[in-house]
Each structure stands twice: as C-alpha cells, then as structure tokens.
C-alpha cells in the first residue's frame, strides 16, 4: 500500500471516513503482518460476505423489478386490513392505510439504493476529480483545494446537508445532492493521499525515469493504482449514504410521501409505535441489513488489495 | 501481577549445554494450509559459547529463534520437539510460565532497533522494567540500576540517555539499549537475531564488540542469527548452516570455513562477498581514476545540493562540493554509510533533481540546465535500477508490460517489433519467456531485480545506475545478478554507476571508488588503491569494519595490513 | 514551538473565516433578496415598519459586500441575526438551548469512550474466542443502524415492552438515557474500530515482542506499551467525532422531543429560517476548528516524538 510518515498518518486519521484512518502500513510490514491478522477477521467471517452478497442481490433485485416479489400494491391501501400485524397474507403486516408493509419496501429499494448512488456518484466525480488534480499538480493548486476540502470537513455532515436543503428544498433529488455533496470532501482527501502516495512510489519514478510523461504516468499507474481503495471507500459511502438518505427522509425533508422510501417508512410507522411495532423494526432491520452488507462487501475489497 | 521466579539452575556443571533442541519442528498456517518452516533440526549451545545459525530468508533461522525465546508469530506453532534450556524442557510451556525465565534466563537482542524501542516511552523506564518485571527492583533503585546499564553498554551520558525517548537516539544507540536491556538480569543465553543488519558498518563492528565482550564478562552464551556469512565467520564459535529449514552443517566455524561438507555450504562460502576479496576481471587501468580523459561519460565537478527545511530555515547541505569523472565502460562505485549522500548525488546524475549548483555532465549532455530535449535523450542514455524490486515495479503491470514501458516512452516502435526487443531483453538477463505474462508478486526477488534490469536495458542506455541494487537479496542471489552484471556490462559495453554500502560487493565488482562521509567525498581513486592504502581515516575505519577478516586465508589474500583500531 | 502553535491558530482562523464565507455566499447572498421575501409573506402578519426594521438590521438594501461586512461585524460580536420563526434574536435562541445538548452531548460522549474500551478491551482478554469474535463484529454493526431508528427501537423496547424507563414525564436524568444511548451506539463504533485496529497494528510492533522478551505478561504488554500507543491516535478524530455527536443531537433531540440546538437545526430547516441555520452551522464549524487545534497542540505534549520535531524546527 502506502508508505507515509507520521505527519502524514496523523492527518490521514482526521478524515470523517472510517477507511482513512487504517493507518497506512510500510510495504514491508504488510507482507509479514497479513498471515497474522488473517486470522482474526478473513478466514473466520467469508461465510458473512456470501450473506452479504445475497443481501445485496435481493434488494437490487428489489430495485429493478419489484413486481416479482410482491403482488401488492405499495401506495393503494386495501380497506379493512389497516394496521395488522405479520400474518402469512402480509407477512409484514400492514400500515395505517391497510398496505402492505413488505411491498411497500420491496418498491422503496429503488428509491433508496438509486439515491445513494446518485448522492455517491456525485462525491466521487467530483471528489476525484479535486483529488487527482490536488495530487499530481501540487504547489498552490494542491494547497487551495486541500483548504477547501478542510472547510468542507469542518462542517458536520448532518448540517452542511441540512444547509443545502435550506438552499434547495425538499424532495429526492435534492437530497441526494445534499448527501452527494457532503462526500466531496472525504473523497477528494482520499484520492489525493493514494495519488500522493503511488506518486511516491519508486515505480513511478522509474515511470518518468525511462522518459514517461506527466500524463502517461498518470494514466497508467497513479490512476490504476489508486483505484482500488477508491471503489472500497465508494461502496463504504453507499452504505452511510443509504443511512444518511434515511435520515433525512425521516425527518421529511426527502421524498414527499406516499413513496415508499426507507427512512420515511419509518418515520410513517412512528406513530403506531406502541401498537403495530412491525412498522418501524422491519425498515430498520432492511437498512440496517443492506448497509451492514455494502461495508462487509467494501471491506473484502478493501483487503484483497492488500 | 505475581512473576513465580524460576530457578536458573546455577551452578550447573559446566559440561551440560545451556541450550539443547532435539527434534524442533516448527510450522505456520496460512490461507493456502500448513507449512512446516523447520523440519526437525538438532543443535545445541554450551555455556558462554557462540553459536551462529546461518541462513538465507526462509531457512527459518528466525522461526527457530523466535521459538526458543516462545515468542512465535501468533499463526506459528510449535509442532515437535524439544527446547531444553539448563536441561530443563521448556518447549510445551504455557507463555505464563515462560514469562519467568524470559529476560531472565533468556533474552532477546532483535533485529531493527529503531522498532524495537517503545516510542512513548523513554530510555530509562524502559530499561527499569526488566528489573520490576523480574522483582530484582523497584523505583528510584531500578532507575539507578538502569543508568548503571546504559552507562555499562557504553551511552555518553547515560543519566541523560535515560530520561530521552528512543527517537532522540541513533540506530547504533538504541541497539545499545536493548543490549543494556539484554543483560540486565545476566542471563544464561542471549539470542541476537540479525542484531546489526539494519545497522551502518562501523556500527556494526561496535556493536558486535560489544555482544563479545559483554559475554566473556558474563559467561553468557551467545545464538547468533545472520545471514552474514562474514560476521558468523568473525564472531563465533560454531556455526550452524540452515536451509529451507533442514541443518545443512554443523561444527567449528574455523573447520567449516576451511573444509565445507555440504555442497549449499561451499556455495554459500563462494558467493560470500566479504569471504571472497578477489579481483572481478581484468580491471580498468589504474591510472584513469581522477585523471581527465575525453573517454569520461559522466563528469560531476563542484556539485553542491541543498535541502530546504519547511522553506524558511537555511536547509541541509547533502552534498558539498562532490566532483568525480567516470570512464566509459567502467564501473564506479559510491561508497558511504546512512546520510553520506551517495543517493542524493544520483539523483542528480539521473535528473531527478536539479543540482543546487556545480556541473553535471553525462556523456556530453549538461545537466546543470537541460532543457527539456535534453532531459529526454538523457532518459534514453542513463537508467536506474533500484535497491528494493517490490518497490520499483508496478504491482498491477505484467512483466511484459514492465519491461515494453520505456519504448512507448519514444519513437514509435511497430507492435511486432517490441515484441521482439521485449523477449530478447528478458533473455540477455537470464529469465525464461514464460515470465512475461505474470505479475511480479509471481516472482522471487533475484527474478524481480532481473525484471527492473530488463526495463533499465531496454532502451539500450549507455549507463546503469545502480542504487543498492543487490542488497536486499541473499548472497546466492546476489552473486547471481552481480555475475549478471558483469556479462551485460562486457557485452553491451554499460558503464555502471554503483551505489553500495557493502564495501565488500563494491571491491569486487568496481573499478574506480569514491567514499562519501557527511555529503563530501573524503577518498576517491582506483578501487584497489583505495582498499589496499586507504588515505583518510574514514575509508580506513570503513575497511576495518568489513566482518569476515577473521579467517585471511580465505580471502585468498590479505584484504589490508592496516590492524590499527579508530576511535 | 511559539511559531507551529502561531501557525496553527492562523488555519484555525483562517478556516472558520472561510465556512463563514461560503455559508454567507450560499444561504444569503445567492437567494438574491429571498429572505426578505419570506419576512413580507403576510402569514407572519409583520407591518411595513417591522419589516423595514428588518431589512435595515440586514443591512438588505446595501450592496451584497456590505451586507457581508455586516454580518460578519455582528458575528463577532455575537449577533447572529432574528429568527423569523420565533421573531427573537437568535443568540436568545442558543443561549437557551445549548446547554442542554452540551449536556445531551457530554454524557453521550462519555458513554461512548465507555463503550469502546469495553469493546476493545473485551476483544484483547484472550481465551474467550467466540466472546472475541461477537465482540468484533459489535463496532461493523453499531455503524450501520440509523440513529434515529435506534432511538424508536430503544424507546419500543425499554419504555413499552419492559417498561424500564418511562417515555411520558420521566425524570430530568431518567430522561437523558435513551437519548444518550442513541447517540453513544453510533459513535462508539468508530471510536472502538480505530482503537482495535490500533491495538492489533502496535502489537505486531517490535517492541512489543521486546516486552515480551523481557518476561512481561500479555496484559502487562497491553496495559504499559501498547496502551498509550494505540489511544493516542484516536485524538486525533476528536473533531470528527464532535460532528457526529452534533448530528446525533439533532437526530436524537427530535425523536425524542427534547429542546437543543438538535430541535432548533431541525425546525430552522423545517420553516427555512436561514439566520438561524446558518448561526448553527458557524458555531458547529467554530467548535469544531477549536476541537482540532487543541488537539493540534494538545498531541505534542503527549507524542514526545512531535514534541521534539517542532522544537527542532522551531
């Protein structure tokens, strides 16, 4: 992987992301730690990433065609069957409005899952497109960038979504924006640090060493060599931008209802919480299961780079 | 905690060996299943003897150590045999209960001494804890004991040096420590794994002075682990030759080194840089080193390279006024310790950075200001091989695409063409075709280093710069590609220019060297008069310190008849 | 080292200068006059003259650089501006809800560090394996429950299923420790990841395998070497972790129902009252740069290695 200083590590570790602060292992260590450290998560836990795999496949499968899995409709009620509890016609049970709760979430995966990837495609064009340049230009490019991204960090990532949804209103699609902007930042310092790092690296050098230029050297190492820890950390984002997507759609800033959107079936099912207790656990066990998933899969990427 | 002190078993007669493995197996679990790293070696070590156990990377040299000391690697196990310690067996011993004899009975002189201080913690305490550990001491005694210590081991200053945090002292000063460390509670048997390999030369030689004359004052016995043939030659009793985990020989080092049994021995003792003084080929003439002659490629006069700190403060001078020419076809070799500058001063010669001031000029090319053309056609004439192969080739590249790289660099070569440029490179540094489609983790590190070659030689470049090319490879290896070397440089004609600090490598593969001390060169000439009559203290106390001048006769003759000792 | 700590509070300054920009340009420069526009909407019925006085106070009929100079003048002097939700000063609004998400926040905060130790040291006593191995996985899955959820659950479990803590009326603390566990779960989980993995990279260290050469236990290792080393880096997050526990306020405090700075983000976005939001998002951001630059200053005293670094330099 990388080799930085302690300075570096040090200011690595203050990212808002998880994956930054793995602290970046000398070449040489790496190789003899791996064995060692195998034991403890590796082995033990592949059967896990099956499961996640799985997990994931059903709620894609969710996404793209939810009328497989479901016959119910998820915004008409049916009369008479308001708020009743997991029975093997509604396995989930049914709301307030005497719909189908499993329905409902079948069709609110789309809704969800194409949010969050909306919000992380934009972090991470963006992102990466700050990072690669920060990193490869240097000087006062790479300074002026890096102080934005720090202004950007120094504003919790609840409030800077909160402040551009004041901005642009409510619905999906902003906040998506919202959470995608708020992923710029974290971007950007994790693909500058690789470039910085591959940059660094004696094979570069030998790059440029036997007449490469800028450009040929980016392209066929800096970029390829940066992107493992960039899909890794991608797919990390879709999780917290699932669960960040949620809570703004908790607190009713997302999608207007009736659209079956995760965070807002929980909010919707707040209200009957001492009575119909399916209506807030269930969409909260899905998020919870498809976010634990996307990090146990961005970890297995994470690691086979090593 | 409660520490139940065990008996060292003084007074043991002394016949008995304080040390007796039988049988030692050892094995590791990885991803792909077990594998047995030793397999069933016997050896023993008698009281106040030193014992070296020899071995390139993977005789399991280390795992052996490490599992006399029960400090194996977590996924390590101990699958047979016998460590029998004062005759008492302590191989199936819980850690608990080998916590009582470690550090008293036993201990430890690791490897990398800049790693193996706690950082946060400083000298002095670190020292004491041995002695609370053990219940031999406590508070301000411990410190006082402790200070004792590391005035014993030889630290200036040693009640400073206590209260300083490991990063305020040198490489050489920390091995000290943990030395100090080593022999706090005088125990029966040392175990020095690698104690100097991440240590300078002269260095070396302290410290090695040091083990040695702490343990005749002890009587403590000594395991040596090295992969230095020159230093188990210099400093021990009996050797021990491993290979892949099986014992290749044992005996009196003096008999082993004079009458090898083994066939992997003998070619150990061949490939021995520091073992083997002897004249590569038929060296240049003498009388070019200095001397200006039109037949010089690379001429450095004057150069001067200074590193700015942060910017503000008036910076590190790396090299100060450094000049020296070489001849065409020659080898030259830029020898010094850690700091001297020998890397700063090719990075310059390679372009990497502009000089500070002074004249760089590589066959007739200046590079005091190259414009850019010129740095290009520079590119085509001089290439770099680095020290560490892992390092220098791109992980994701395969070797074909390693090696095409440069080419692609330039004029454009037709498809078929390259192919052919790329297969005969790989063939001219000895590597069979079939390596072009894998990666380089699929390859050993000798191959990796013949891979970086292939990329340094395709473009047909008049110059190699080698920077500690050979060092981190194993003495078989490294004789390897030092013969490889040797063959490129008579047929293409390559002039090399050599960076080591091996002074025994660069006496057999140079023909002209210049010693570099604090960014200065203190010594430069033809390498045999630089070696025989070394003129500035410095090259004399670098030569001094060369392991291996314990048994002359092997070198096939006297290396120098300068015995006087510096400092 | 009076030079790096100069330094320092000059970036520390200087990014609080630049959130303050930027969210001066994007909540009221860029709108053009929509918030004025807003204070005209009859629905919060303010005369012709209350408005003028409006506007006068936002300077909104000058240009948009004094409207800057402006605002910055009274930010820095404390004035944050009206909300026009309450119709008061928003620095009257702060004072009244920051002490109580201060609170809210420090127990949280505290239970979090709780809850990581725990977990790390739960996961190092060795010879409980499958003890180990749930513990392990606790921090993967404390990341990936939505805050607000966990509330709601905790509330359907402990206050109507068990009964164990009351929802309706509870006491002044009594009340505090649902919220503070829906706060301290999140939190702790990144706390206790970096602090394992610290834990495992320093134990593969040499000098560990040094201590244990010495004779010294595993727990005495863990304990006098590996301790320090692996906790010291987790300062370094302190600022991150700050964001999150602001985030988990406003989560927590509208589950809950609780007054805070949480409750009035919230509102502040839900009647779009920019002055408000944008006083939360400076001083957030304010708290944030402190939290870092003590950190920045806080680590040399404690890392001799830095100490000695930037007395070198300096």
């Known amino acids: 992987m990388t080799i930085l200083d302690t300075a570096e590590r040090h200011r690595n570790i203050d990212s808002p992301n998880p994956l930054d602060w793995i602290s970046a292992a000398p070449a040489a260590e790496v190789a003899t730690r791996a064995p060692a450290k195998a034991r403890a998560y590796a082995i033990r836990i592949q059967p896990g990433l099956v499961l996640a795999y799985i997990v994931l496949a059903i709620a894609l499968l969710w996404a793209v065609a939810p009328g497989v899995f479901t016959s119910y409709d998820p915004v008409q009620g049916l009369p008479g069957q308001q708020l009743k509890a997991p029975s093997a016609l509604h396995f989930l049970g049914t709301d307030a409005l005497g719909r189908d709760l499993y329905a409902r979430l079948v069709y609110g995966a789309v809704h969800s899952l194409s949010g969050a990837v909306a919000a992380v495609a934009i972090g991470l064009f963006v992102g990466t497109a700050l990072g690669v340049v920060a990193g490869s230009a240097g000087g006062w490019v790479d300074h002026a960038i890096m102080r934005l991204v720090d202004i950007l960090l120094s504003i919790p990532v609840l409030l800077l979504s909160l402040s551009i949804i004041i901005l642009l209103g409510f619905g999906t699609v902003n906040a998506a924006i919202a959470v995608g902007f708020t992923s710029i930042a974290s971007f950007a310092r994790l693909v500058r640090s690789e470039v910085v790092s591959v940059r660094r690296s004696e094979y570069v050098e030998a790059a440029f060493g036997s007449g490469g230029t800028f450009f040929k050297v980016l392209w066929r190492h800096v970029l390829p060599n940066s992107l493992t820890s960039v899909i890794a950390f991608t797919a990390l984002q879709v999780g917290s931008a699932i669960l960040q997507l949620s809570t703004l759609g908790f607190l009713g800033y997302g999608a207007p209802p009736p659209t079956p959107e995760w965070g807002l079936l929980i909010a919707e099912g707040r209200n009957y919480i001492a009575t119909a207790w399916w209506l807030t656990a269930a969409p909260g066990i899905v998020v919870v299961l498809v976010v634990l998933s996307i990090n146990r899969v961005s970890q297995a990427i994470g690691r086979a780079q090593r | 905690m409660t520490i139940s002190p065990i008996g060292r078993l003084e007074g043991t007669v002394l016949p008995a060996p304080v040390l007796d493995v039988s049988g030692l197996t050892i094995s590791y679990r990885d991803q792909n299943g077990t594998r047995t790293a030793v397999h069933g070696i016997d050896f023993s070590v008698a009281p106040g003897e030193v014992v070296a156990l020899v071995g390139e990377s993977g005789s399991g040299k280390s795992s052996t150590a490490q599992a006399i000391i029960g400090l194996l690697p977590e996924n390590g196990r101990l699958e047979s045999g016998s460590i029998r310690l004062n005759q008492q067996d302590i191989a199936g011993w819980p850690q608990k209960r080998l916590d009582g004899i470690r550090g008293s009975v036993i201990s430890l002189v690791p490897q990398d001494p800049g790693n193996s201080l706690n950082p946060v913690k400083t000298i002095g305490r670190q020292v004491a804890e041995i002695l609370i550990i053990h219940g031999k001491a406590s508070g301000a005694v411990a410190d006082a004991r402790a200070i004792e210590l590391l005035e014993r081991v030889g630290l200036n200053q040693p009640a400073l040096r206590a209260k300083q945090y490991p990063h305020e002292l040198s490489g050489g000063m920390k091995q000290r420590v943990l030395i100090a460390i080593a022999i706090a509670l005088k125990p029966s048997l040392i175990i020095a794994d690698e104690p100097t390999s991440a240590l300078d030369v002269t260095v070396q030689k302290h410290i090695l002075d040091l083990i040695d004359e702490l343990r005749c004052e002890y009587g403590t016995a000594v395991l040596l682990v090295t992969h230095d043939l020159g230093v188990a030659a210099d400093r021990s009793d009996r050797l021990i030759v491993l290979k892949q985990g099986k014992i290749q020989e044992q005996g009196r080092t003096a008999d082993i080194l004079a009458n090898p049994q083994s066939a992997y021995t003998r070619q150990l003792l061949a490939d021995a840089p520091s073992l083997n003084v002897r004249p590569r080929r038929v060296a240049a003439p003498a009388e070019a080193a200095g001397k200006e002659t039109s037949d010089d490629i690379i001429i450095v006069e004057g150069l001067v390279q200074d590193f700015g700190l942060g910017g503000k403060e008036k910076g590190l001078r790396a090299l100060d006024d450094v000049s020296f020419r070489v001849r065409r076809g020659t080898t030259h070799a830029l020898v010094g310790e850690s700091g001297s500058g020998k890397t700063t001063t090719i990075r310059t010669v390679a372009a990497f950075q502009k000089p500070t001031s002074g004249k760089v000029i590589v066959d007739g090319l200046d590079l005091s200001s190259p414009p850019r053309e010129t740095l290009r056609l520079l590119r085509k004439k001089i290439q770099l091989v680095y020290q560490n192969p892992f390092g220098s080739l791109d992980p994701r590249q395969t070797i074909a695409g390693i090696v095409e790289e440069p080419l692609l660099n330039f004029e454009p070569v037709p498809r078929v063409k390259r192919a052919e440029i790329i297969a005969s490179t790989i063939e001219k540094v000895g590597l069979p075709l079939d390596v072009l489609q894998r990666r380089p983790h699929a390859l050993s590190g000798g191959q990796r280093q013949r891979v970086a070659i292939a990329r340094a030689l395709v473009l047909d470049p008049q110059i190699l710069i080698l920077d500690e090319a050979v060092s981190a490879l194993d003495v078989t290896v490294q004789a390897q590609i030092l013969a490889l070397l040797d063959t490129l440089q008579r047929d293409l004609g390559l002039t090399y220019l050599f960076v080591s600090h091996d002074l025994a490598v660069v006496h057999q593969i140079s023909d002209t060297v210049s010693v570099l001390n604090g960014g200065k060169i203190v010594e430069s000439g033809a390498v045999e008069d630089v070696f025989e009559r070394p003129q500035s203290p410095y090259t004399r106390e670098l030569i001094d310190a060369i392991p291996g001048k314990k048994y002359p006769s092997l070198a096939g003759r006297p290396l120098s008849t300068h015995s006087g000792n510096i400092r | ?314």
Not at chain 3, 136 to 145: C, G, N
Not at chain 3, 148 to 167: K, N, T
Not at chain 3, 228 to 237: E, F, H, I, R, W
Not at chain 3, 266 to 273: G, S
């Open chain 3, 1 to 314: 080292m009076a030079r790096y700590i100069f330094s320092r509070v000059g970036q520390a300054l200087l990014v609080l200068w630049a959130t303050f920009t930027i969210s001066f340009v994007l909540l009221q420069a860029m709108p053009g006059d929509a918030v004025m526009v807003k204070f005209q909407n009859p629905e919060y019925g303010l005369s012709a003259e209350q408005i003028a006085d409006i506007r006068a106070a936002y300077d909104a009929d000058g240009s948009v650089v004094l409207q800057y100079v402006h605002t910055i003048g009274n930010f820095i002097t404390g004035d944050f501006g009206y909300s026009l939700q309450a119709g008061v000063a928003v620095s009257a609004q702060l004072a009244v809800n920051l002490p109580s998400t201060i609170r809210l926040a420090g127990l949280a905060f505290a239970t979090a560090v709780l809850l990581a130790v725990v977990i790390a040291v739960l996961s190092n006593i060795s010879g409980f394996t499958r003890l180990r191995s749930f513990v392990l996985s606790l921090p993967s899955l404390f990341v990936s429950i939505p805050a607000f959820w966990l509330g709601i659950m905790l509330i359907q479990i402990f206050s109507f299923r068990l009964r164990l803590v009351p929802v309706i009326n509870p006491g002044e603390w009594e009340g505090l420790i649902l919220p503070v566990l829906t706060i301290a779960v999140p939190i702790s989980a990144p706390m206790a990841q970096i602090l394992l993995r610290n834990i495992d990279e320093v134990l593969t260290r040499p000098f560990v395998s040094v201590a244990r050469a010495k004779g010294a236990s595993h727990a005495f290792v863990l304990w006098r070497h590996v301790a320090k080393n692996a906790v010291l880096p987790v300062l370094t997050v302190a600022g991150v972790l700050f964001g999150e526990l602001l985030a988990g306020a406003v989560i927590t405090e509208t589950v809950f129902g609780l007054n805070g700075i949480g409750s009035l983000a919230e509102q502040a976005v839900n009647f779009q009252d920019v002055a408000v939001l944008q006083a939360i998002v400076v001083i957030s951001a304010a708290a944030f740069v402190t939290i870092n630059l003590a950190v920045d200053l806080l680590y040399p005293v404690l890392d001799p290695r830095l100490k000695a670094k930037l007395g070198g330099v300096a």
